[in-house]
């Protein structure tokens, strides 16, 4: 006997419904069987089940589907999932018991049975795949703003190129010791500050091919320190803890400058009235026992509620006033820590600061270091 004919009993010509009903209970697809006259569930397959939290497959019988399916998305009606008006979106965003979210597809397909009118529906779990849309947005993003900013740091910086050379002019003719003179080599020092903001910028906008060496990031906090307490204002107090000790990481230093600027920038804009900011490092252990070194920014600024921190790293959100923030800074520290198998998270709450803490992998004690990091200042 064929395999056909095993799945047509009495020569019937029709699959055998205890066969139909195990492939329907086996397959690793959701599905669910819907009555169009009345729009409840007849029966849920487990993988339906396990996706809707539903532990007693028989409390699906009966049931409306839109206690399942958001009823703006799908309206049960014969010939529906035909009609491309009563389907408008193909997903929606599902939570779970534990606030955990899916993102959900829906597919349907009639089919008539003893004059009734019933639907087939399929529903898939496709968040990896709109993880993964979304990031390739956001690189698409990140480089369109990065040829822009590329674009006006090479105009400012030849624009600074000839102030400096109009301040080493004016240097030679006048006296040494004099007021005009000491104006004028403070002017070129302030251009030297504004060239360096500006290769900054570039290494924003174009990343070197990454050169990782294996460093301390003491070694970057200390050398990128001046640089800071100049960019964050006199009314704020710069303050650094960092760890005798401290383990070695393998990165690009330039990366780790970029972190720690976008940090401590992101902590600036949070401080208005002025206040403190405390860059720390230290060796830390997680529960899984893994080896990371820690680099953490603090501020003693006003906070974030829940809402707000748990959308802290999504490039473009942020809360302050047009002209102060693009909401990048923690975005492209989150994207580079991950590209080095490393972790970022931040604590806050209203009116008690914030801390943004970076964990990156740390490297066994006897791997001897390339060399010192190279510090821009």
């Not at 799908?74 to 009609?83: C, D, E, L, M, Q």
């Not at 003179?181 to 570039?202: D, F, I, S, T, Y």
């Not at 923690?330 to 080095?340: F, G, H, K, P």
Request: hydrophobic residues 40%; proline residues 6%.
């Amino acid at each position: 006997m064929s395999a056909i004919a095993q799945l047509r009993p009495n020569n019937s010509g029709s699959p055998d419904p205890q066969l139909l009903m195990a492939a329907f209970q086996a397959v690793e697809e959701s599905l669910a069987i819907v009555a169009c006259a009345s729009g409840v569930i007849l029966h849920g397959n487990p993988a339906w089940c396990r996706m809707f939290e539903c532990p007693d497959p028989s409390q699906l019988e009966g049931r409306p589907v839109e206690d399942f399916l958001p009823a703006h998305l799908f309206s049960v009606k014969p010939g529906a999932a035909a009609n491309e008006e009563a389907n408008p979106e193909a997903h929606f965003l599902h939570t779970r018991r534990d606030g955990t979210h899916l993102h959900i597809e829906i597919a349907r397909a009639d089919f008539h049975l003893r004059g009734g009118e019933f639907q087939v529906i399929q529903t898939r779990d496709v968040s990896r795949q709109h993880e993964v849309e979304r990031q390739l947005r956001e690189a698409q993003t990140l480089e369109a703003v990065g040829r822009l900013v590329g674009g006006v740091a090479h105009d400012f910086n030849n624009l600074l190129t000839g102030i400096m050379l109009y301040c080493d002019l004016l240097t030679g003719e006048l006296p040494r010791g004099s007021l005009p003179r000491r104006h004028v080599e403070e002017m070129r020092m302030a251009g030297e500050h504004g060239a360096a903001l500006v290769q900054q910028l570039l290494a924003v906008a174009h990343p070197r091919t990454e050169e990782s060496r294996t460093f301390a990031l003491n070694d970057i906090v200390i050398g990128i320190e001046e640089l800071v307490t100049r960019l964050i204002g006199e009314n704020i107090v710069l303050q650094t803890s960092l760890a005798a000790k401290l383990g070695a990481v393998t990165m690009d230093p330039s990366q780790v400058q970029q972190i720690l600027l976008n940090l401590v920038l992101n902590a600036r804009d949070a401080l208005p009235d002025g206040g403190e900011i405390t860059i720390t490092t230290r060796n830390c252990t997680d529960a899984l026992l893994e080896s990371w070194v820690e680099l953490s920014v603090t501020d003693t600024g006003e906070g974030m509620d829940a809402e707000i921190l748990e959308r802290a790293f999504e490039p473009f959100f942020t809360t302050k006033k047009p002209g102060r923030g693009n909401g990048l800074g923690l975005a492209t520290a989150r994207r580079l820590a991950r590209q080095q198998g490393g972790t970022i998270f931040a604590e806050s709450e209203p009116g008690k600061g914030t801390r943004v803490c970076v964990r990156l992998p740390r490297v066994p004690a006897d791997t001897p270091s390339n060399s010192k990091a190279e510090v821009i200042s």
